[in-house]
């Protein structure tokens, strides 16, 4: 069975400091895949990144970044120099080859001015 | 219209009507989905559709009714629910089934509210 467990709740935080979202997962899949969405207020699920289980390469993207270890099934997520915008709750999500979408219960994350 | 698009964004409907939500993807996508996701509670799959055919309908209730007339519409017919069913329906699609090749964009959500 696929889990994916993101143990912090909330996380409040003032402009300009960086943030990091931890999520671990499960899966006795060789071949999966792991994402990271944003759900700001307006409700929407917006894509951030997706990643397959052979490709261990971090990834930046701008203020963000994704630091993914098998070796701990983690597939952290590190904002940059936060900014209120990035206010949202973030969902780490796990699949193998098909369409299922295994959420962890998702990190509300709070940017102070 | 580009992305996903939900409508309407906000319901409020009594236990005895009948309403339905519309789902429309503007992506060429070839597949649909729709989700609920409940106050403290992980995103639930409720149904998928892979080129208009139903191919995932996860144990949901019989009051709720979906339907796919075509790759790019979606929607959800809801009669006789329950204040239980108050919560968050977001839609969204994928090129195809192959999720992890294809990651799903969702729409804005339809937030319905059963009194």
């Known amino acids: 069975a696929q889990k994916v467990t993101q143990a912090q709740t909330e996380i409040s935080v003032v402009e300009k400091e960086d943030v990091t979202l931890d999520c671990v997962y499960e899966?006795?899949?060789?071949?999966?895949?792991l994402f990271w969405y944003k759900q700001p207020p307006s409700g929407e699920l917006v894509f951030l990144i997706r990643?397959?289980?052979?490709?261990?390469q971090n990834e930046i993207s701008g203020r963000y970044s994704w630091n993914f270890q098998k070796s701990t099934s983690s597939f952290n997520f590190t904002i940059t120099a936060s900014q209120v915008v990035d206010s949202a709750v973030y969902f780490c999500a796990l699949s193998d080859a098909d369409y299922k979408l295994s959420f962890g219960a998702g990190t509300t994350v709070t940017v102070r001015a | 219209e580009t992305g996903v698009t939900q409508t309407p964004r906000h319901l409020v409907m009594g236990m005895t009507n009948k309403k339905s939500l519309k789902c429309e993807q503007h992506l060429g996508h070839n597949a649909m989905y729709w989700y609920k996701q409940s106050a403290k509670k992980p995103l639930e799959l409720m149904f998928v559709y892979s080129l208009e055919e139903r191919v995932e309908n996860n144990s949901v209730p019989s009051r709720f009714s979906p339907e796919c007339p075509n790759s790019s519409h979606l929607f959800l017919h809801l009669h006789t629910l329950q204040p239980e069913d108050s919560a968050l329906y977001l839609c969204?699609?994928?090129?195809?089934?192959?999720?992890?090749?294809?990651?799903?964009?969702f729409g804005p959500g339809t937030r319905l509210t059963v009194t």
């Open positions: 899966t006795r899949d060789t071949t999966y895949y």
């Open positions: 969204a699609s994928s090129q195809d089934l192959r999720g992890g090749t294809y990651e799903q964009y």
């Open positions: 990643r397959n289980s052979f490709d261990e």
